[in-house]
């Protein structure tokens, strides 16, 4: 049985310290906030919003792209993502980035089907609760209007990315008990036709990239058919800052030189999106088609539940 923090007491009816806006994030590996998110991030931390990055894992198995990086196995890959990681919010902006439970608290599952599944310190064998809890923390003192996770397949199936949605939206339900209802809860989506769009356009592009092969809209987490977006956040303005971050990721992500194009390890190129999108899973949307996070929710003063 888990103990739940609790709000203090004396903080109730308070407002909240700094920013009028606040959006947290959960992702389940160094690197998965700026090729989802990082247009958004550096967006929101340009205008002033707080923006919290809660990173699960430290994706110490991961595969090393660059050759001379190789050797990085284990904690030490781990201690080096956390320096890539810290380098790419820098670049995003944003400054509030905490690693759940602590640096290393919870290890790196692998991919589905592999026998570190089972590793009883790895995060798809986390208790739910006692890792939502240390995200409750997180949300009771940063209080964010906003939380943006992966659906309930983690986008893309990856164990990790799976527990990070059980934990993200597990938290959200314990806060709301706690003292903190999260008015807004997204998951990370791309639009159908613009990932065909863009797939048909990297065909094309596909003999100038250092790429000899393009990955397909099936291997992008994410997505699904246009109708059930909510909400597109324009980041054309913030490409730069998106594709710096994505580049601190070096173990993890080659960026194409002058195109919005990257590779993960498996080598397979992928389009570099800057507009990014949502699907509103909790809460009211402002408009028809948000171009907001924070649309519809005035004063941005959150809800508080005690
Ligand atoms: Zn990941």
């Known amino acids: 049985m888990t103990e739940l923090p609790s709000a203090d007491p004396a903080e109730q009816g308070r407002p909240p310290a700094g920013a009028a806006r606040r959006l947290l994030l959960v992702h389940a590996h160094p690197d998965d906030e700026s090729i989802n998110n990082g247009a958004t991030m550096a967006r929101y931390a340009a205008e002033g919003a707080r923006v919290t990055l809660v ?8 595969e090393v792209i660059p050759p001379g990086l190789r050797h990085l196995t284990g904690a030490a890959l781990g201690e080096h993502r956390l320096g890539e ?7 995003l902006g944003v400054e509030d980035v905490r690693l759940l439970g602590g640096p290393g608290r919870y290890g790196d599952s692998g991919m589905m089907g592999i026998p570190d599944n089972e590793d009883p310190d790895c995060f798809w ?3 739910l609760d006692e890792a939502a809890a240390h995200l ?6 940063v209080r964010p209007q906003v939380v ?3 659906d309930d397949n983690g986008g893309y199936g990856h164990p990790d990315h799976i ?3 059980r934990v993200a939206m597990r938290a959200v339900d314990l806060a709301a008990q706690a003292g903190w209802s999260v008015p807004k809860v997204y998951w ?3 639009p159908r036709t613009v990932a065909e769009d863009a797939f048909a356009g990297l065909g094309k592009a596909l003999a100038d990239l250092p790429f000899t092969a393009a990955a397909t809209v099936g291997d992008v987490p994410g997505v699904v058919a246009d109708e059930r977006i909510t909400t597109a956040i324009d980041g054309t303005a913030f490409a730069a800052a998106k594709t710096a971050a994505m580049r601190a990721h070096a173990t993890q992500i080659e960026v194409a030189p002058d195109a919005p194009y990257f590779a993960l390890s498996n080598e397979l190129a992928q389009p570099l999106f800057t507009t990014e999108y949502y699907e509103l899973v909790r809460g009211a949307r402002g408009e028809e088609r948000e171009t907001d996070l924070f649309a519809g929710l005035a004063g941005t003063s959150g809800e508080e539940t005690s």
């Open 55 to 62: 990173t699960c894992t430290l994706g110490e198995r991961g």
């Open 85 to 91: 990681l810290t380098a790419a919010a820098r670049a």
């Open 188 to 190: 990370n989506r791309v």
């Open 125 to 127: 064998q986390a208790d």
């Open 148 to 150: 943006v996770a992966y």
């Open 136 to 141: 409750v923390r997180v949300i009771l003192e």
């Open 163 to 165: 527990q990070a949605h």
